[in-house]
């Protein structure tokens, strides 16, 4: 078996057991003499290395060992992984925390080159003079709305560049190109020769924001820091940075001092104490150099100089704001090809990411709200002085609000983040009393008191909410576009045209398109409204002005819209039912020619009302309650301040318009449009559910079943009517619209026309055999009685002195006879004004005899003209 020498076991080590048939030799593990330690300059040495390897990162240099070889040379390159086992073998040795420590003094110092080299880069491009050291932040002057003196001060910018977001003077002028987005050929000028000369600053703007980036996030962030948190993994988890105060105060302090707060094992921080990693840290020291100042020697201090200089923060939210906002200049697009600096928005993103972590996404939330804010402010006030000038019209004015939502939506989805800590930023921006531009104010200039309402704490609402605010808001007013000269336009000419031919033209294929975009833009005031703004001179005091809820807001606009809309169809209604209205200088025909149109016109225009409730107004309930309330104020004539009868003459007009149709079918095929190809009952059917649609909003109903009473009779007793089925069709509506006592006169009516025909029937058999008159006159006078019940039928004249002829004394006799005998108890009165004959003429000159339609009055005077002896042997016989 397998055995150990005792004599080789020195000291108590273990010794491999090992074959007989091995070499004499043994493997024997022994004890250190002495426990092994650390060299005594391992930490100081290793952290000169990571140190080195740091500033080589920062710098982009190689990184190579300190040791030569035998040849002299240098050392090889140092990689990564040497680097963290490195911090491995620190953090193992327990130097954690005092490596946690030292790597936040080298990455504030490192902080402090960043900001150092930024500066000393851009104050190379000018007269090295280090006070102008931000000289390239020079803005373009096609920015509307801004002072651009202003910013030449607050900026330290030398050859006078363009706006900014600061308050303007009063005097400030806009760009009406840039505004309206006209293309006329003078503004086409006046901006190409502006824009060849703003050409260099714009560039400027984004050359400074693309070294900013390039410096801070590749540089800094993505390079540095990410390189601290691969190399210092190991340290990142093993401690933290605690601290009771918030993070901008956890690196406080000068150069030389350490940071405050104080580095712990993350193991004994419990789960809710707030806690910062390296990634934290640094982006607080990166924060803490660039919210100070620089100074005449290119260092940075706490106290701003009095030179009005910005902070390397500040002058990057300004600039990222300004290149956001100057988007609103070039149609919502970034710079055109033709630019040497090409598409800017990565680049203004990548700025926008980097205001995040380095915390400053509420100061550029606000810039860009104070920006906004005041430019659609000064933007609204050039189209309200556009609008009263006839300059531009309000459908150009509506198209130009919607390209401008339409350009925020793209903004705030492209730059905006939508996450909690933008959620955070305006919640925060919304407990502000008063919100102001970082950039010094113009004292000469009036101060706007800019608010933001809480309820708009939604990233996507930012621009949208102040350009409704602050540009369609102002304008949604009797005095604006809601103005007759500007709203009547658009309601009567529905296909979007700029001529406006009247509301009678096209009735039958209107879009509706500048009428349904002015709904659609006073609907979108039911979101929360955008910052409110007051200007007030030094010597007035400030009122602050807080945004109105979302139900004020929709209030406001839509009851604007409906006030406005029902002046309207009021207007053109009366217009309408005014036609026929005599006066000094109107005949009788045309009077009665423009009273025809009364109800057609009338019928056309609740069609074209209708449609604007249906396709522009998107069937809304509140404006549909106004369109019946025009209706009915139009068919009472409640429109008209003098003379109005209540509507008894659109009464009369309507009974005699139901007359015209039905006694002649073609009188009003064109009042009501029918779809082609639609039966003849179809659009029956179409015309009287449209009379009935006018008779409902007409008050005066017994005027009309005063004049519907006698013109039915009328038609029943001369057999004029085009068919019975259609009266009484409109009758059974009539009946559902107003009840059983409205029509019970009326349904009798018919009644009595069908017991007359039975009675007439029967009449002609007993009167067949009778020839007395005949025979004795050699005339055969036929008669056809209608027999009416006295309640029924309108009242009409008598005459009971009325001499008739024998022939037909001889006929009432006969069947007076025939009536009582049938009939007993009943009383016949006869109504000679109803009765009409037809009277066979034979003229002298005609040798074809005449037949004559008249009433019975009529014949009694044409035969007391009749003759036998003229002067030619021929005399007139009937």
């Known amino acids: 078996g397998d055995s150990s020498d005792s004599n080789n076991n020195n000291g108590g080590g273990v010794v491999k057991p090992a074959k007989k048939k091995a070499s004499a030799g043994m493997i024997t593990i022994k004890p250190f003499e002495k426990p092994p330690q650390i060299p005594q300059n391992f930490y100081s040495d290793s952290l000169d290395v990571l140190q080195r390897a740091l500033i080589c990162v920062l710098r982009h240099e190689a990184l190579t060992s300190s040791t030569s070889n035998?040849?002299?040379?240098?050392?090889?390159?140092?990689?990564?992984?040497?680097?963290?086992?490195?911090?491995?073998?620190?953090?193992?040795?327990?130097?954690?925390?005092?490596?946690?420590?030292?790597?936040?003094?080298?990455?504030?110092?490192?902080?402090?080159?960043?900001?150092?080299?930024?500066?000393?880069?851009?104050?190379?491009?000018?007269?090295?003079?280090?006070?102008?050291?931000?000289?390239?932040?020079r803005l373009d002057d096609s920015i509307v709305g801004y002072d651009s003196s202003t910013l030449i001060s607050e900026l330290n910018l030398k050859d006078g560049g363009g706006g900014g977001m600061g308050n303007s003077s009063s005097g400030s002028?806009?760009?009406?190109?840039?505004?309206?987005?006209?293309?006329?050929?003078?503004?086409?000028?006046?901006?190409?020769?502006?824009?060849?000369?703003?050409?260099?600053?714009?560039?400027k703007r984004y050359e400074l924001l693309r070294r900013m980036d390039d410096v801070l996030r590749v540089t800094f962030i993505n390079e540095y820091l990410n390189f601290v948190r691969s190399i210092f993994t190991r340290l990142d988890r093993a401690c933290v940075y605690f601290s009771e105060k918030e993070l901008d105060d956890i690196v406080g302090g000068g150069k030389d001092e350490p940071p405050a707060g104080k580095v712990v094992e993350r193991s004994s921080i419990s789960q809710n104490t707030r806690t910062w990693g390296l990634l934290e840290v640094g982006l607080a020291c990166l924060r803490k150099h660039m919210t100070r100042a620089p100074t005449n020697n290119n260092r940075m201090t706490d106290v701003t100089p009095p030179t009005k200089t910005l902070p390397v923060l500040t002058s990057l939210v300004l600039t990222t704001a300004y290149a956001i906002l100057s988007e609103y200049d070039n149609n919502g697009s970034s710079l055109g090809s033709n630019s040497t600096i090409g598409d800017t928005r990565p680049l203004v993103r990548n700025c926008v990411r980097t205001c995040v972590d380095l915390g400053a996404l509420t100061p550029l939330l606000q810039e860009l709200i104070v920006g906004a804010t005041i430019r659609f402010q000064k933007e609204g006030q050039w189209w309200g002085n556009a609008l009263s000038e006839s300059k531009r019209t309000a459908p150009d004015f509506l198209q130009h609000v919607e390209n401008r939502l339409k350009q925020s939506s793209a903004l705030t989805s492209c730059y905006i983040p939508s996450n909690s800590l933008a959620t955070a930023a305006l919640r925060q921006i919304s407990q502000s009393r008063c919100l102001t531009s970082a950039a010094p104010a113009d004292a000469s200039s009036p101060v706007a008191d800019i608010t933001w309402s809480p309820i708009n704490n939604n990233t996507r609402r930012i621009f949208p909410a102040i350009i409704e605010s602050q540009l369609l808001a102002p304008h949604l007013v009797s005095s604006g576009i809601l103005h007759p000269q500007h709203l009547y336009p658009m309601l009567d000419d529905g296909d979007g045209s700029s001529t406006n031919a009247g509301w009678k033209v096209n009735t039958g294929s209107k879009t509706f398109l500048n009428a349904m975009r002015l709904y659609g833009l006073c609907w979108r005031m039911t979101q929360a409204s955008a910052p409110s703004s007051s200007t007030n001179s030094s010597s007035t005091p400030r009122k602050r002005n807080t945004a109105p809820s979302s139900t004020t807001s929709q209030e406001n606009a839509l009851q604007a819209l409906r006030v406005a809309f029902g002046e309207y169809g009021r207007l053109r209604g009366s217009e309408i039912t005014r036609q026929g209205v005599s006066d000094n200088n109107s005949n009788v025909k045309d009077i009665k020619e423009m009273e025809r149109k009364v109800i057609p016109d009338l019928l056309s225009f609740k069609a074209h009302l209708e449609s604007l409730h249906n396709i522009a107004f998107r069937s809304d309930e509140s404006l549909g309650t106004m369109v019946r309330s025009i209706l009915e104020d139009v068919m009472n004539e409640a429109t008209s301040q003098d003379n109005s009868d209540g509507g008894r003459r659109t009464a009369e007009l309507l009974a005699k318009h139901v007359d015209g149709r039905f006694r002649d079918a073609k009188a009003g095929s064109s009042a009501v449009p029918v779809t082609k190809g639609a039966l003849a009952g179809d659009a029956n059917e179409a015309f009287q559910s449209e009379v009935l649609a006018l008779f409902r909003h007409n008050q005066?109903?017994?005027?009309?079943?005063?004049?519907?009473?006698?013109?039915?009779?009328?038609?029943?007793?001369?057999?004029?009517?085009?068919?019975?089925?259609?009266?009484?069709?409109?009758?059974?509506?009539?009946?559902?619209?107003?009840?059983t006592a409205y029509t019970s006169k009326m349904e009798g009516m018919f009644k009595d026309m069908e017991m007359s025909r039975d009675i007439m029937s029967s009449y002609a058999a007993y009167a067949s055999g009778a020839t007395n008159a005949a025979s004795t006159s050699g005339k055969v006078v036929d008669m056809e009685v209608q027999v009416l019940t006295t309640g029924y039928w309108p009242v009409y004249p008598k005459y009971p002195n009325i001499i008739l002829p024998s022939e037909l004394l001889l006929q009432r006799e006969r069947f007076e006879s025939y009536y009582n005998e049938k009939y007993q108890g009943r009383r016949i009165a006869w109504q000679y004004s109803l009765g009409h004959c037809i009277v066979k003429a034979s003229f002298p000159k005609e040798r074809v005899p005449k037949e004559l339609n008249v009433n019975v009055c009529q014949t009694l005077v044409l035969l007391c003209f009749q003759y036998e002896d003229g002067p030619d042997g021929r005399g007139l016989k009937l």
């Not at 002028?173 to 050409?199: H, V």
């Open 70 to 137: 035998s040849n002299g040379n240098s050392g090889g390159l140092i990689g990564r992984e040497e680097l963290y086992r490195s911090v491995e073998d620190l953090c193992n040795h327990k130097f954690g925390t005092r490596l946690y420590v030292d790597v936040v003094k080298i990455m504030d110092e490192a902080s402090g080159e960043v900001i150092c080299r930024l500066l000393g880069e851009a104050s190379a491009n000018g007269d090295g003079d280090a006070a102008n050291c931000l000289d390239a932040l």
């Open 700 to 739: 005066s109903k017994d005027v009309f079943e005063a004049f519907f009473k006698r013109d039915l009779a009328k038609r029943l007793l001369t057999g004029r009517s085009v068919s019975y089925d259609m009266e009484r069709s409109f009758l059974s509506k009539l009946k559902a619209e107003c009840g």
């Open 173 to 203: 002028q806009i760009d009406t190109a840039s505004i309206s987005g006209q293309n006329d050929a003078s503004s086409s000028s006046a901006k190409n020769s502006s824009s060849t000369l703003a050409s260099s600053p714009s560039e």
